[in-house]
């Protein structure tokens, strides 16, 4: 490519713009393909953006049937990532359990397994007294029922970012850290360069992995990418040894409550009703509460355990809390794989597959024509319920 090191290209065959997990898989995927000179941009290290601040779980359980596809493809990815890619990931595949306490809930998740059974995950709905016995540390006071899927879990973000990056390196990718894109030259609707912070690069294709910064990616070749930045908070417990490592990912439904094993104490979070969208990476005092309230209605064991750190990160989130995955029509050649609303860490490794079969024009092993940016405008939208 005319360059080594931290040194920018004068060209590269492709540029991916964002070095999360998206990004690192899509050039991993795309050199391991034989695509010559592919190019990743990142202005901070790689992971430094949402995907190192997420909680790291990975699932297969949702309501949508693209979605489950690319949860359950990226499993098998996970579950044999230290034998392809030579990198342990810290795999947990303790399950997700989701409680349930209101009919409606019940009924749509129950409608949800059978469509995750008939596609091969192993979920299925459970009694209030088998969720006991698999968390413990729940009070069971309100609940209906729950869903579980043994082969879900969690796993280390940063990890898997590493483990793509080294394998994208191995297959001639050219990574680039502390560069970060300014904007896309396009000349008669087709892309000529990417202007960045060490300079200019000529390329005809780019691809936006660029998570809650996308829209902006967008606007750059007028493409409408619908994505807000909103602030997601995580707290990490003090030692909890009475807790069992085979604990599951635990979600509380109805106010989406979580919490996993993370080290020698757990990981614990929740969305916040009264966030605004943002770019803000504070964590907010006023979100305490909240938390403070659904961890002593759920886990009453856990109220006077201390909290040793936490973060916040940013969702990237949509109208319909679908992912953005496709090619823009009006330039060429401008793909992009953003907007998942807080379940992208998960499916990472299948969205790579899927890029790397858009770039090669190749029919990806799942149809992704629904999730194409401008499905707003057609009305087309089919909300995902299975988020927290």
């Known amino acids: 490519m005319g360059a080594t090191g931290k040194e920018l290209p004068r060209r590269a065959g492709v540029v991916v713009i ?42 297969a359980q949702f309501s949508d049937e693209v979605n489950i596809a690319l ?12 034998e392809r890619f030579g990198q342990e990931i810290d795999l947990h595949q303790v399950g997700y359990l989701f409680l349930l306490d209101a009919p409606d809930d019940v009924a749509a998740f129950e409608r949800n397994v059978r469509l995750q059974n008939e596609l091969g995950v192993p979920s299925r709905m459970i009694s209030v007294a088998e969720a006991k016995e698999l968390s413990p540390l729940i009070s069971t006071e309100g609940l209906l029922a729950a869903a579980y899927s043994p082969t879900d879990g969690h796993c280390t973000p940063e990890s898997v970012v590493q483990g793509y990056a080294a394998a994208a390196r ?23 360069a990417v202007t960045t912070s060490r300079g200019r690069v000529e390329t005809d294709t780019v691809i936006c992995t660029a998570g809650a910064w996308s829209k902006e990616v967008g606007g750059w070749v007028g493409v409408d990418l619908p994505v807000e930045p909103l602030r997601r908070q995580i707290l990490v417990t003090d030692p909890t040894p009475w807790v069992a490592d085979d ?33 803000k990476l504070s964590r907010s005092p006023d979100w305490l509460p909240r938390l403070a309230e659904a961890l002593g209605r759920r886990t009453p064991s856990l109220v006077d355990v201390g909290m040793a750190s936490g973060w916040a990160g940013l969702y990237e989130m949509t109208p ?30 299948a969205i790579g597959e899927v890029m790397r079969d858009l770039y090669l ?24 319920l299975n988020i927290v």
């Open 361 to 384: 024009e190749r029919t990806p092993f799942v149809d992704v024509s629904g999730l194409r940016a401008d499905r707003f405008a057609d009305s087309l939208i089919r909300p995902e």
């Open 247 to 279: 604990t599951p990912f635990t979600i509380d439904f109805a106010t989406t409550f979580y919490l996993h094993r993370e080290g020698h104490g757990l990981l614990v979070g929740m969305s916040d009703p009264e966030e605004t969208p943002g770019f």
């Open 320 to 349: 319909d809390h679908n992912a953005l995955v496709g090619e823009a029509p009006g330039v060429s050649r401008f793909l992009y794989a953003t907007g998942f609303s807080g379940h992208g860490f998960l499916m990472g490794p």
């Open 71 to 82: 949860g359950a493809r990226s499993l098998e990815t996970f579950e044999r990532f230290g």
């Open 170 to 192: 191995r297959h001639g990718a050219h990574l680039l850290t502390g560069c970060a894109a300014h904007g896309i030259e396009v000349v008669d609707g087709r892309i000529v």
């Open 18 to 59: 964002g070095g999360g997990v998206m990004g690192v898989s899509t050039a991993y995927e795309l050199a391991a393909a034989g695509v010559p000179d592919v190019l990743l941009l990142e202005r901070d290290q790689l992971g430094s953006g949402s995907t190192c601040k997420a909680a790291g779980g990975v699932r």
